[in-house]
């Protein structure tokens, strides 16, 4: 253990020696070789990043934390901290400022998923019954529902009569990722609900969906989603990207569990599992965007 710490402090303070070597090779800061070696997106924020909560000044350290609305005075003082002259690197202000809003949205994303996860699904609360009722009509328009408490609702994949109970998990995080899907891309949402029903690939949509969900929430807080979402944010991430996202991973384990054909839903934990692994390689590479229809506009190039 004394070994390993020792080794720890004088593997700090080599980095420490060699970043101000190559500074005064190359009279820029590590944050301006980030931003003038690396491109826009998932590479060069993740770098940024690292490179702020690695600091030795907490200035630095606590920008990535900062308020949205602080950003812009947060640069200026890192700025000012490095001794950067901003008229002679006026892009380098326009990178780190886009890499921020990045880090600090992705900050607050999570904290806004959280929220609506831990909110539970309330049957006296006429938005949440609402946002329920046009579940049902987005993903069976032809068919009314007869009844608010019916066992209509197991032909969209719920449990029982009352869809209520089976949101205890995701609390309404879940209604409002299933709602997205249904009426934003309600022409796959149906299809996908549809082979739900046959036999051959049997499992519950809306249950499905739910634990769908718990997966995308996971990615979300672990960081893994970090490489997606830098990717196809040109500045902050917001709810609708984490939407987006579930319908990609929805419409993605579909075909998924088609393709591993399982013998029936008792192997959903197996095919869940091996999914979500193929997703966390796929997140390794910082390339990655998900969902590439949703990528980032092309100002973000030229930041």
């Not at 993903?139 to 009569?161: M, T, V």
Request: proline share 5%.
């Amino acid at each position: 253990m004394f070994v390993q710490v020792c080794l720890y402090f004088y593997c700090k303070c080599l980095w420490r020696c060699l970043k101000f070597v190559v500074r005064k090779l190359t009279g820029r800061c590590e944050l301006q070789r980030i931003c003038y070696n690396t491109k826009p997106g998932a590479a060069r924020t993740m770098k940024i990043e690292a490179s702020l909560k690695g600091s030795k000044s907490k200035r630095l350290q606590t920008s990535v934390s900062v308020h949205p609305d602080a950003i812009e005075k947060t640069i200026d003082d890192i700025m000012e901290l490095k001794r950067i002259n901003p008229d002679i690197n006026p892009q380098l202000g326009i990178s780190l400022q886009a890499c921020l809003l990045q880090i600090v949205g992705y900050r607050n994303l999570i904290a806004e998923v959280e929220k609506l996860r831990r909110e539970p699904y309330d049957s006296e609360n006429p938005q949440h019954e609402e946002m329920l009722l046009k579940l049902w009509k987005c993903l069976k328009p032809n068919s009314p529902l007869k009844a608010r408490i019916s066992k209509q609702w197991c032909e969209i994949g719920f449990q029982g009569d009352d869809p209520k109970t089976d949101f205890r998990g995701m609390g309404l995080l879940g209604l409002y990722n299933l709602v997205y899907f249904a009426e934003w891309d309600t022409e796959v949402a149906q299809q996908v609900l549809s082979d739900s029903l046959q036999p051959k690939y049997s499992y519950s949509f809306a249950i499905v969906g739910i634990n769908i969900t718990d997966l995308a929430y996971n990615l979300l807080v672990s960081g893994a989603l970090k490489t997606h979402f830098y990717n196809v944010a040109p500045e902050a991430p917001t709810l609708t990207h984490f939407q987006q996202t579930f319908c990609y991973l929805m419409h993605e384990f579909h075909k998924f569990w088609i393709e591993e054909d399982p013998l029936d839903i008792m192997e959903f934990n197996r095919v869940r599992e091996k999914f979500h692994r193929r997703i966390l390689k796929q997140l390794q590479n910082p390339e990655m965007a998900l969902c590439p229809h949703f990528a980032a506009s092309e100002s973000l190039v030229n930041m």
